[in-house]
């Protein structure tokens, strides 16, 4: 079973950039499908971005495509989204989690096995 410690989050102006990281422990790091995936108040918690085995292939919803980055470090058992561009909307709680599977498109929450406690990104106008 993998543990998944997310950071990087924080509070940042409109047009500015965060880069979260999320660390795995406790599993085959490359095992795993990566994802990142994000919560505002009153809404459902929803894709953003996932990346492969590897990092070869990537996924991103199109509301952030241009604007965010998802990557991985498998010997540091790291993945990262790199987010440029932020607009208010982007305010949510961000968290990370581990698939089994992988396919083109967007992840639904239910297909990640395994999450992080997330952490809070706020973009002010």
């Known amino acids: 079973q993998v543990q998944l410690v997310e950071s990087g989050g924080g509070l940042v102006q409109a047009g500015g950039s965060l880069r979260l990281s999320c660390a795995a422990s406790g599993g085959t790091f490359n095992n795993y499908a990566m994802g990142w995936l994000r919560q505002a108040p009153g809404k459902e918690r929803e894709f953003v971005a996932a990346i492969s085995w590897g990092g070869a292939r990537t996924s991103l919803t199109d509301s952030v495509k241009g604007r965010f980055t998802i990557s991985r470090d498998d010997a540091k058992n790291t993945v990262y989204l790199q987010m440029n561009s932020l607009k208010p909307e982007d305010t949510a709680f961000y968290y990370c989690?581990?698939?089994?599977?992988?396919?083109?498109?967007?992840?639904?929450?239910?297909?990640?096995?395994?999450w992080g406690q997330g952490t809070q990104v706020t973009v002010s106008s």
């Open positions: 989690a581990a698939a089994y599977t992988w396919h083109s498109g967007s992840h639904y929450p239910h297909e990640f096995a395994y």
